[in-house]
Structures are given as structure tokens and as C-alpha cells.
Nanobody, 115 residues
Framework: EVQLVESGGGLVEPGGSLRLSCRAS????????MYWFRQAPGKGLEYVSS????????WYANSVKGRFTISRDNTENTVYLQMNSLKPEDTAMYYC????????RGQGTQVTVSA
């Protein structure tokens, strides 16, 4: 069974950092570009970042560029999202996916940025 499990979310103050993880099972991520998305309450799914198969190329939404870093460890079948300088507007449920439209994403991990 193909499964993605996100973890690492939590409550953090503005300016703080979190590192999200997405562990895959049922398939090898080495053959896929991997994606992070987020969804804030009452809003649609928003693209955050993506990384190609061996990590040689990454992309970021303008809203997170310079603050977030995506990485991957194909041997651990895991994708990461390092989030620094967090802002209240980063509050959302964060999902990883192997589909550029967010299909097949996991259950998500909640990130709340608040003082």
C-alpha cells in the first residue's frame, strides 16, 4: 500500500523553526519528484515546494522562498521541509505528495505559528 506519513508539526512562535518529515512506504521515492503543499482553514490547497528525484533541483512558492528548505533522503525514503523564520500566515495543515497536484497526499501535520 502506497502511504505517506507527515510529522514534525506543532505550535511555534513567530520567528521560530520547525522541521517536517514525510516518510513514504509502499514505493520508493527515488523515482519521483516530491512535493509539499499546505492548506489553511477555509482556503484551498497551496503549493509550497518541490524537489526532483535526486535533490538536484528544488522549487519554492514565493511566499516561502528564502525561509523554507526542502530536502530528501532516498535511502530513508523520506522528504523533509525545514521551515525557518515562521510567520502567522504559515499556519496550515502541511501535506506531502508524489503528485504535482497534491493527489495521494498523507494525513498531514498541523503547523500553528502564534505568539
Amino acid at each position: 500500500e502506497v502511504q505517506l506519513v507527515e510529522s514534525g508539526g506543532g505550535l511555534v512562535e513567530p520567528g521560530g523553526s520547525l522541521r517536517l518529515s514525510c516518510r513514504a512506504s509502499g514505493f520508493s521515492i527515488s523515482g519521483y519528484g516530491m512535493y509539499w503543499f499546505r492548506q489553511a482553514p477555509g482556503k484551498g490547497l497551496e503549493y509550497v515546494s518541490s524537489i526532483m528525484t535526486h535533490g538536484q533541483t528544488t522549487w519554492y512558492a514565493n511566499s516561502v522562498k528564502g525561509r523554507f528548505t526542502i530536502s530528501r533522503d532516498n535511502t530513508e525514503n523520506t522528504v523533509y521541509l525545514q521551515m525557518n523564520s515562521l510567520k502567522p500566515e504559515d499556519t496550515a495543515m502541511y501535506y506531502c505528495a508524489k503528485d504535482s497536484r497534491g493527489g495521494g497526499r498523507g494525513q498531514g501535520t498541523q503547523v500553528t505559528v502564534s505568539a
